[in-house]
């Protein structure tokens, strides 16, 4: 399916902005997405929505809920991973005396009722039983249990739905987990396989934060050199965090090809998402033909390829810079463009969705 173009290139700008620095992403979004951000402020000081993440692996779902949180705050606005779900679980169960206890406490809380016992559903989180995922009504459960002490936020739900049996429960979900009566849309997010290929084999992540970024696209604003194992890494620049050494993602050595089963159904799911009626789309798309890039983004907004040298002398990181050009799934010729863009996109369509 083609989602359409969305154009952020503003007529007569003259600025070019640094979009790794915070501060100036600040000022970015208040010029692109001024007035949306205003609307959505006074929405959000009362009100509250449902945001369904839909795309594939490292589409950017985290990325672009975490840069809404940047412009919003965190006492409006929450992101919530099912994966980081499932692996929190998992730590606390194998780590904390009472783990297992809590675990149980939570889903009792969250009144679990299915078609395995509490206990195989432990199992199955730990990893016990590799043939077999967590059913959605323990995955459901985790859920609940995880909204229920964020208060009332707009929420991002990051990997839910995420098989074409999880459909319907994300189109009662607000009944399913009593979590008020929020508007709800499916974010939808189309990515050319080429760039996914590479956010995986580069991205990083903050420890403490989860902050996403990427160390050949998407750099922060200070990189750092190992000596050690002769290699850089990013710190992160998150404003709220406080300058932690980012990591290597879970399974970012599989390679598109470990993960073509995904993908291939990620892709039913989307289209089969966007053929749905009765709930908003709003559509994300990652990338523009090369052609049409500069009628519709400016130079600073699409992706660079990013490589460093270490001067041993000075102790300090060169940071190289040249373009970057990838086929999409059509085999033409485009240009993926950074986060920051891609968020104003989904600000000003939430703004027209809820009707602001």
């Known amino acids: 399916m083609d989602f359409p173009l969305f154009k952020t290139k503003l007529d007569n700008e003259r600025k070019v902005f640094n979009l790794s620095d915070p501060s100036e992403r600040w000022e970015y979004f208040h010029l692109k997405a001024g007035s949306e951000i205003e609307k959505l402020k006074l929405f959000l000081e009362k009100n509250s929505f449902v945001a369904y993440m839909v795309g594939k692996k490292n589409s950017g779902k985290g990325t672009y809920a975490k840069l809404f949180e940047e412009i919003f705050g965190t006492d409006h606005v929450a992101q919530v991973s099912i994966g980081d779900t499932v692996r929190k679980w998992s730590k606390i169960v194998l780590e904390e005396k009472d783990g297992k206890e809590k675990l149980l406490s939570a889903l009792k809380k969250g009144r679990y009722r299915g078609y395995i016992s509490e206990q195989e559903g432990i199992d199955r989180l730990l990893g016990r039983s590799m043939t077999t995922l967590l059913p959605s009504e323990f995955i459901l459960c985790l859920l609940k249990a995880e909204i229920d002490v964020l208060g009332k936020k707009s929420l991002f739900i990051d990997g ?10 994300s189109l009662f979900f607000r009944d399913l987990i009593g979590y008020r009566d929020d508007p709800d849309v499916f974010v939808l997010i189309d990515i050319p396989e080429s760039v996914i290929g590479e956010r995986m084999k580069w991205r990083r992540i903050c420890p403490l934060c989860q902050t996403s970024r990427n160390l050949t696209l998407l750099p922060t604003t200070k990189i750092g050199f190992d000596d050690e194992r002769q290699e850089f890494y990013l710190i992160c620049d998150n404003p709220t965090c406080r300058g932690e050494r980012m990591v290597a993602k879970e399974g970012a050595d599989l390679g598109l090809e470990g993960l073509r089963e995904r993908l291939d159904a990620d892709a039913v799911l989307i289209k089969q998402a966007a053929e749905l009626y009765g709930i908003p789309k709003i559509f994300l798309r990652n990338h523009l033909p090369s052609e049409k890039a500069e009628e519709f983004a400016d130079n600073y907004e699409i992706t660079p390829e990013y490589s460093y040298e270490w001067n041993k002398e000075r102790r300090e990181v060169k940071i190289l810079e040249k373009a970057w050009v990838i086929d999409d ?12 863009p891609v968020a104003v996109s989904l600000i000003k369509q939430l703004a027209r969705v809820l009707e602001l």
């Not at 799934?329 to 920051?340: E, K, Y």
Request: net charge negative.
């Open 160 to 169: 839910f739905p995420r098989g074409l049996d999880q459909i319907s429960y």
């Open 329 to 340: 799934d059509n085999n033409i010729p485009s240009v993926s463009l950074l986060a920051p």
